[in-house]
């Protein structure tokens, strides 16, 4: 099977960086998605990583490393809107998806 | 584009009642998921579709769950005899699957209590 671990939360505060980390166990993969949820809303797509390295997409940042089993998720310049659930994702052969627990991100002003 | 169509938003039903979920995907996409959320499981994949047929349902929890996809354009969740464990989050996404384009887009869910 698969699994993924990511911290369960961060805060941080307006205008800071930040990281979220996610590790994960898998006989193979696609790629590495990442998703934002706000409260009572649905998830959104983020980022997509299929090979290893940094993708940039505006203040949004995510990494793989496949020899780690690592990827991360880099938010710049911290907004109040930014406050969301954070998930990672193995997608697999049809793109279908394993999220992570999902990590609850609080941006301070 | 309208996005992908969930109804409806909100359910409540008493055990043992059968409850239908309803799902049109964003036009063009060939690939349909459903996932459910809850705050013990998380966001969990029940099943998919390709091109409206079924290809894993390893997901769905028991026999009382059921989906089908008669066309492009539609596609149902039904729960058979509903169960209070049942009470969650149901979303339906839907996607174009391309070499560069790995966005799955989520309808807003459909809030199921059970009671």
């Known amino acids: 099977g698969q699994s993924l671990e990511q911290p369960s939360e961060v805060t941080a505060v307006e205008g800071a960086i930040v990281q979220i980390n996610c590790t994960y166990q898998?006989?193979?993969?696609?790629?590495l998605s990442w998703y934002q949820q706000h409260d009572g809303g649905a998830p959104t797509f983020l980022s997509y990583?299929?090979?290893?390295g940094l993708e940039e997409t505006g203040r949004f940042s995510s990494f793989l490393s496949r020899s780690d089993s690592y990827g991360y998720l880099l938010l710049q310049e911290l907004q109040m809107k930014d406050s969301a659930s954070y998930f990672c994702?193995?997608?697999?052969?049809?793109?279908?998806?394993?999220f992570g627990s999902g990590t609850q991100l609080t941006v301070l002003p | 584009d309208a996005g992908v169509i969930q109804s409806p938003r909100h359910e409540v039903t008493e055990m043992g009642q059968e409850v239908t979920l309803r799902c049109k995907p964003i036009s063009g996409h060939d690939y349909l998921f459903w996932y459910r959320q809850t705050m013990m499981r998380g966001l969990e994949l029940l099943i998919y579709f390709n091109n409206n047929v079924p290809i894993d349902d390893s997901g769905m929890p028991e026999d009382r769950f059921s989906a089908k996809m008669p066309n492009a354009s539609f596609s149902t969740l039904k729960i058979q005899p509903s169960e209070p464990r049942d009470s969650a989050v149901y979303f339906c996404?839907?996607?174009?699957?391309?070499?560069?384009?790995?966005?799955?887009?989520f309808g807003p869910g459909t809030r199921l209590l059970v009671l």
């Open positions: 994702a193995l997608s697999g052969s049809a793109r279908q998806l394993t």
């Open positions: 990583n299929a090979l290893d």
């Open positions: 996404a839907s996607s174009f699957r391309t070499a560069l384009q790995e966005t799955q887009y």
């Open positions: 898998t006989s193979g993969f696609y790629g």
